[in-house]
């Protein structure tokens, strides 16, 4: 599908998602999925529905396959390392906030997260140990 198809597609998508229909939206994406299964995005934003609606088992696994092919993709770290968190699954979202930061050192949102994270569970950061 050419790239300009497929913006306007994901476009599509998040204007359902913005009028509310979001489980519409997630049918519209998983159609698009099955057609461009390569695309690291779409399995994102995939993620970021389901974690909305509630399903974070199937957020989690579209994280995890956008980050299979896009290892390096800050966005789908930062977004499980969020999942992971609301679950109270501290080791995994500490782990996906810092992958997240090793990618993207300047990620506002990630770096606030694992402060509170590390501040709330009386962690230490890796910033405030002493060599």
Request: with cysteine; net charge negative; glycine share 4%.
């Amino acid at each position: 599908m050419a790239q300009e198809t497929l913006q306007l597609k994901i476009n599509q998508i998040i204007q359902m998602h913005s009028l509310g229909q979001t489980y519409e939206a997630i049918k519209e994406l998983e159609v698009l999925i099955r057609e461009n299964a390569s695309e690291a995005l779409l399995f994102n934003i995939s993620g970021v529905l389901y974690k909305e609606i509630g399903n974070s088992d199937k957020a989690i696994k579209s994280f995890e396959s956008a980050l299979l092919i896009d290892p390096n993709y800050a966005e789908a770290n930062y977004n499980l390392g969020l999942t992971f968190d609301e679950l109270n699954e501290i080791n995994s979202a500490i782990n996906h906030y810092e992958k997240a930061i090793l990618i993207k050192p300047q990620y506002p949102d990630a770096l606030n997260n694992l402060g509170n994270l590390y501040k709330n569970n009386n962690c230490k950061s890796p910033a405030t140990e002493t060599p």
